[in-house]
């Protein structure tokens, strides 16, 4: 009896040794990452555990995607990475996949004007088209770009579908940074549903907008939806078993 008490002592204390051992090498690589001490570090490494625990992502490939989003800018800080990085989780279909294509997407995110609740929408959205992920961002990085340069062939293609007034108001508010790449997709989105736009149309303004990056995407039709689609699903809530897993 003694011999046993005495083994389950020893496995015990391997187990613990074993867990701190993980912890330090979980918190110097977060201290490397980020440049934060102490209680900080601490902090950020409970809330990325228990991500790995929940999901069975590895730690150094997700604390490697939060130090990617943060210093990107597409997050604010670590906490508020993890917060939204579980959202996508929650129903990311492959976890390990979810995060990789953060960090792909992470430098056009930022350049499209979207923090990081618009990335995991967009995201959640893509996977339900199906659409390569990195497909559509291209397209978006591609449209920021046009819209940004306001070239006439573009004024033109909107202004003949959609009027002088909406045309000069999406065009005025991206030109002064009152809207993103996205918010302006979104209202252009809506308006071809509204006006009922037809295909010859349609592929007009897709090559004014996205160029030939609209193909690999799905095409003009395809790219705005998955816009429209992901700003919605911002405003929905989650499901029973994903509020259980989220609590």
Do not use: W
């Given at each position: ?19 701190n ?102 995201k ?10 990195e497909?559509?961002f ?29 045309t ?47 193909i ?32």
């Amino acid at each position: 009896a003694a011999i046993a008490v005495l083994s389950g002592i020893a496995v015990g204390t391997k187990a613990l040794f074993d867990f701190n051992s993980e912890a330090d090498k979980g918190a110097q690589l977060i201290e490397k990452l980020s440049g934060k001490t102490g209680q900080a570090v601490e902090e950020i490494r409970v809330n990325i555990q228990g991500l790995v625990d929940t999901f069975g992502v590895e730690f150094d490939a997700l604390a490697g995607a939060v130090d990617n989003l943060v210093d990107t800018g597409v997050a604010k800080n670590e906490l508020e990475a993890l917060d939204q990085i579980k959202n996508g989780l929650l129903t990311a279909p492959d976890a390990n996949e979810f995060l990789s294509s953060l960090e792909n997407t992470a430098v056009v995110s930022k350049q499209l004007g979207l923090d990081l609740a618009d990335v995991i929408a967009l995201k959640q959205q893509i996977e339900a088209t199906g659409v390569n992920p990195e497909a559509v961002f291209d397209a978006l990085a591609k449209a920021t770009n046009n819209l940004k340069l306001q070239a006439d062939g573009l004024r033109e293609k909107l202004t003949g579908a959609f009027g002088n007034a909406f045309t000069d108001d999406i065009l005025a508010k991206v030109k002064t940074g009152q809207i993103t790449t996205v918010q302006a997709l979104d209202a252009i989105g809506k308006k071809s549903v509204e006006v009922g736009l037809n295909q010859t149309q349609q592929a007009q303004i897709g090559k004014e907008l996205f160029g030939k990056a609209a193909i690999a995407a799905g095409g003009y039709a395809s790219v705005l939806d998955t816009v429209v689609q992901a700003q919605k699903k911002q405003g929905q809530e989650l499901t029973g078993t994903q509020k259980a897993m989220n609590d």
